[in-house]
């Protein structure tokens, strides 16, 4: 009983950790405005910063870090079936939120060549932030619980992907 217990526990902390991916890509965004109208958010992002800055860490030319553990997650745990599903779940959600912040980095860009419209780039750079950092703390808080974080269009996407 008590190693159906510890297995348990083990998932959801392996459930939590691809989580970390998102947070790490869209502290960036919090870095260009936020973190400069609210001081005390960068010493409270200050390791998700450090870890953003190793997962950015280039390994050839133009593969990082992040890239292989992206691919690492969605090969390895996401379309392994002898994983249990909760973490596979959970996994491919947490990517599904970064490809969300990858999204968003791109329309910055985009937008960003227009130096009129800094004001809505700082508002959409704004809240991503927010809105990524209140899904990253709802999807813990639940794999933390053992329950099935529900966000309302992803986890229908990652459903599917995990059947």
Avoid at 22 to 32: D, H, L, Y
Avoid at 72 to 78: A, Y
Wanted: proline share 3%.
């Amino acid at each position: 009983m008590s190693r159906n217990v510890q297995s348990q526990y083990l998932d959801r902390l392996y459930a939590s950790l691809p989580y970390l991916l998102p947070i790490a890509s869209v502290v960036s965004f919090g870095n260009i405005s936020l973190f400069s109208q609210i001081p005390i958010l960068e010493t409270i992002f200050k390791p998700v910063l450090v870890l953003d800055q190793t997962l950015s860490h280039s390994i050839i030319d133009f593969i990082s870090i992040r890239l292989v553990v992206w691919f690492s997650i969605f090969f390895l745990v996401v379309r392994n079936y002898e994983v249990s599903q909760f973490i596979r779940f959970n996994s491919i959600q947490a990517l599904l939120l970064d490809i969300i912040v990858i999204l968003v980095g791109v329309i910055v860009s985009l937008i960003g060549q227009l130096s009129f419209l800094f004001f809505v780039l700082e508002i959409l750079l704004n809240a991503t932030f927010i809105g990524i950092n209140a899904a990253f703390l709802y999807c813990v808080f639940r794999c933390v619980r053992g329950e099935y974080a529900e966000i309302p269009i992803i986890s229908e996407a990652a459903r599917y992907q995990v059947r």
